[in-house]
T-cell receptor
């Protein structure tokens, strides 16, 4: 079974631009969560999507948004990039089944550098 | 609110020494999960262990062992006879158990360096 894939793996943008990152979950997984990792703030939860709906959201400004498609693939978008958005963005997928524990599996991440 | 504290920012030990990584957590929930992840330089988070709050039994997996103490809200991780391949950043994390909550709260991580 293929793991969680994230594209692109590396990205360089300039301030003010916008960026879209993609995450393809493990086949059969319906939930995708996104995390931002920076040296200063560590690993922080951005949001979670399930059945094409945002189910949970972390404490990030509205410049950070996401969506999920009917095939469970998810994208996150950051508009008007700031230097502080430079980070490793990780996504995790889970089957999100009722009645039991749902293991999350992380992708390799997308490293975004904002110049 | 949930919180995970890893007070040790960086640890360096000589190969073959034992090392313990500390994790202290805060939560108002009576049921929760605790995790340890390893992050090598490649960046991917590698799952090591999950513990349910009802299960305080310590666990050993090869050179790795975990000590979960609810009384002190701690979930410490020990590597015995450390090896250079153990060099990585290690994260402790907490998650509520209510269905639909996939959010993990991470500690700030401990960078472990094993000196050959």
């Amino acid at each position: 079974k293929a793991g969680v894939t994230q594209t692109p793996r590396y990205l360089i943008k300039t301030r003010g631009q916008q960026v879209t990152l993609s995450c393809s979950p493990i086949s059969g997984h319906r939930s995708v969560s996104w995390y931002q990792q920076t040296p200063g703030q560590g690993l922080q939860f951005l949001f979670e999507y399930f059945s094409e709906t945002q189910r949970n959201k972390g404490n990030f400004p509205g410049r950070f948004s996401g969506r999920q498609f009917s095939n469970s693939r998810s994208e996150m978008n950051v508009s008007t990039l700031e230097l502080g958005d430079s980070a490793l963005y990780l996504c995790a997928s889970s089957p999100r089944l009722a009645g039991g524990y749902n293991e999350q599996f992380f992708g390799p991440g997308t490293r975004l550098t904002v110049l | 609110a949930q919180k995970v504290t890893q007070a040790q920012t960086e640890i360096s030990v000589v190969e073959k020494e034992d090392v313990t990584l500390d994790c202290v957590y805060e939560t108002r929930d009576t049921t929760y999960y605790l995790f340890w992840y390893k992050q090598p330089p490649s960046g991917e988070l590698v799952f090591l262990i999950r513990r349910n709050s009802f299960d305080e039994q310590n666990e050993i997996s090869g050179r790795y062992s975990w000590n979960f103490q609810k009384s002190t809200s701690s979930f410490n991780f020990t590597i015995t006879a450390s090896q250079v391949v153990d060099s990585a950043v290690y994260f402790c994390a907490l998650r509520e158990t209510n269905f639909g909550n996939e959010k993990l709260t991470f500690g700030t991580g401990t960078r472990l360096t094993i000196i050959p």
